[in-house]
């Protein structure tokens, strides 16, 4: 958020406070950037994915994910990511490319015909797998995920330890911790 804060800064001399910037974290960047006003979406986009890359070396994975990660592979658990980036900003997160063996499958913004909150991503990751809708557990901490999912069939986690809503987003469970998945 960060980044999209340094954007809009950069791209219109506004300064906007980070809270404000919370409904557009879950979306594709261009989305976020059409809903935010600006004329040429795709030039702040590509903006904000350079401040973004830039500003990488501030951002560190939530306590307790790798090790989550590891756990539930060791499990058979068949895991996977759904995300609102598009492929290029996925393949540049280094935490996201060191953990990629743990996912059999990966689908990003530009992967599905619509994105999130639609079910194309997430019926996409079950097209990819084979797996049953109703066998499905979407881990996710916006209501964008939410949404994502429960078209889709599936179960939803809310992970509290990342979401800017708490518990406020209806989901079959609330998660305090990456690990809590593990039971």
């Known amino acids: 958020m960060v980044s999209l804060q340094q954007t809009i800064r950069e791209e219109s001399g506004i300064e906007v406070p980070l809270p404000d910037l ?5 979306i594709p960047s261009w989305e976020a950037m059409i809903k935010l006003g600006f004329s040429n979406p795709e030039s702040a986009a ?28 060791k499990k058979g658990i068949v895991l ?9 900003e996925f393949n540049s997160d280094p935490f996201l490319q060191k953990w990629s063996s ?3 499958c990966t689908v990003c913004a530009n992967d599905a015909p619509r994105h999130k909150p639609h079910p194309d991503p997430m019926l996409r990751f079950i ?16 209501i964008y995920d939410q949404q994502c999912g429960h078209q889709a069939g599936t179960a939803f986690a809310l992970a509290t330890w990342g979401s800017r809503n708490g ?9 305090k911790h990456p690990s809590d998945l593990l039971t």
Do not use: K
């Not at 996977?80 to 290029?88: A, L, N, W, Y």
């Not at 518990?167 to 998660?175: S, T």
């Open 22 to 26: 919370y409904p557009y974290f879950g």
């Open 46 to 73: 590509l903006r904000w994915e350079e401040n973004f890359q830039a500003l990488m070396y501030l951002t560190t994975p939530f306590d307790g994910v790798e090790t989550t990660l590891e756990q539930l592979c």
């Open 80 to 88: 996977g990511v759904v995300t609102s980036r598009h492929r290029s």
């Open 102 to 104: 743990f996912f059999t």
């Open 127 to 142: 097209s990819c797998t084979g797996a049953r809708p109703e066998n499905v557990l979407f881990v996710g901490d916006t």
């Open 167 to 175: 518990d406020v987003i209806p989901a079959e469970y609330y998660l």
